[in-house]
């Protein structure tokens, strides 16, 4: 009995992730007496323990490949935003923003004259018409 507490202990110890402890658990703690394993339906009333005992083993690698899959989907992510992120973007953007000075970077953000000048003609002709338009209305 000491010995089956301690392995419990143990694999209680083993934190995987909360969601994926849900997943293995739920998968494995099924007691029917028909599972479905990819489509097919086994029926354990006439099997034998060992048989029995082979099908939750099938079932507790099934689940435990899931969890391994979605760890290392989620390492991938890490990975390439560890790589994009943290060891190219930032360090272009900081290695950027000390190249040039601020007074530099509002220069060429700052609009063309020309383009100014423009909009604020479209601006004062947008409202001349508007006035006319009420004028228009309401004379």
């Not at 089956?4 to 703690?29: G, M, P, S």
């Not at 029926?43 to 490949?65: K, P, R, T």
């Not at 900081?94 to 953000?109: G, H, I, P, R, Y």
């Amino acid at each position: 009995m000491q010995k089956i507490k301690e392995q419990v202990r143990r694999i209680n110890t083993i934190k995987i992730d909360t969601r994926q402890e849900k997943f293995y658990l739920d998968n494995t703690a099924k007691h029917s007496s028909k599972f479905v394993i990819n489509g097919l339906e086994i029926d354990l009333e006439g099997l034998s323990n060992e048989h029995q005992a082979a099908i939750d083993i099938q079932v507790a690698i099934a689940a435990y490949c899931h969890v391994v899959e979605r760890r290392l989907i989620e390492q991938v992510a890490q990975l390439c935003y560890y790589w994009s992120i943290t060891r190219c973007a930032l360090i272009l953007d900081s290695k950027l923003n000390s190249a040039f000075t601020s007074a530099l970077l509002f220069e060429w953000m700052r609009e063309p004259f020309d383009q100014q000048q423009k909009r604020e003609n479209l601006k004062k002709s947008i409202d001349r018409m508007e006035r006319a338009l009420y004028a228009g209305q309401h004379a």
